[in-house]
């Protein structure tokens, strides 16, 4: 990679597993604590993308053929990844990124029962091949996932599926994270307050960045960060180092 290139984060897991919640803390986190943050998150991260989004959730949609709900994410994100993900790895930015390739694959690919092959391809296609340098799998029980995603709004069109099929994405995550084990960092947050998974994720993210040798700004107090600070909606600080990468 370049250098001065960022590093790529991504957060995935079943409905209800709080991964935008988490994206925000850790966002807010890093950037009192001078890192220079960005955040991208699917579908729905670009103007574009919201459109698209309104289309694939929407209950209305029931006659949504698989092959093209698969297609409408890969647009989606082939957006996302070239408006948003790119040009801030370019910058040097740490991108936090809600949801990303990892999805398809546990969503169309093994919930829906895509073809793998064609899932991996067209998502090569949409986002140039890059690929995390880390993912956090927030994992849940299926039931209370679904129950917190119901419970949060009246439920869209993919959470109102039923309970095996949540139980066949949360089954290809834990695939997936056993596959690629340097990657992956699971995070069991069933039954667990919000601030109670970020102090955890700050902890694995934090880690991950000194042992990569990304710099911040100014010096911080982790440990005060750790327990939980004042908000802060700014995500800006000075450029990491190198990292984000992408596929052969």
């Not at 966002?27 to 001078?34: D, I, K, M, N, P």
């Not at 040798?213 to 000075?238: I, L, N």
Request: glycine letters at 10%.
């Amino acid at each position: 990679m370049p250098s001065g290139w960022g590093v790529f984060i991504s957060f995935e897991g079943p409905d209800g597993s709080g991964k935008s919640t988490q994206v925000r803390k850790l966002a807010e986190a890093l950037s009192r604590l001078g890192y220079d943050v960005a955040t991208a998150s699917e579908p729905g991260g670009t103007a574009i993308g919201r459109r698209i989004r309104e289309i694939i959730l929407d209950t209305r949609s029931a006659g949504l053929h698989g092959v093209t709900e698969f297609l409408l994410f890969a647009a989606d994100r082939a957006q996302d990844v070239h408006e948003v993900i790119l040009p801030a790895l370019r910058a040097g930015r740490v991108v936090l990124a809600d949801r990303f390739v990892d999805s398809s694959l546990a969503y169309q690919a093994h919930g829906l029962g895509m073809d793998l092959d064609s899932v991996l391809s067209a998502n090569r296609i949409a986002t140039d091949g890059l690929r995390p340098d880390l993912t956090l799998l927030l994992d849940i029980d299926v039931a209370e996932g679904v129950a917190r995603a119901k419970g949060r709004s009246h439920g869209d069109r993919i959470e109102e599926r039923m309970l095996e099929f949540h139980q066949r994405v949360r089954d290809a995550y834990h695939q997936m994270a056993a596959a690629e084990p340097d990657r992956f960092r699971v995070i069991d947050v069933t039954g667990k307050p919000a601030e109670s998974v970020h102090e955890e994720v700050l902890a694995q993210v934090l880690d991950f960045l000194a042992a990569r040798g990304v710099e911040r700004r100014r010096s911080g107090r982790v440990q005060e960060e750790r327990k939980g600070g004042p908000a802060c909606h700014a995500h800006h600080g000075d450029p990491g180092a190198a990292g984000g990468h992408k596929e052969a």
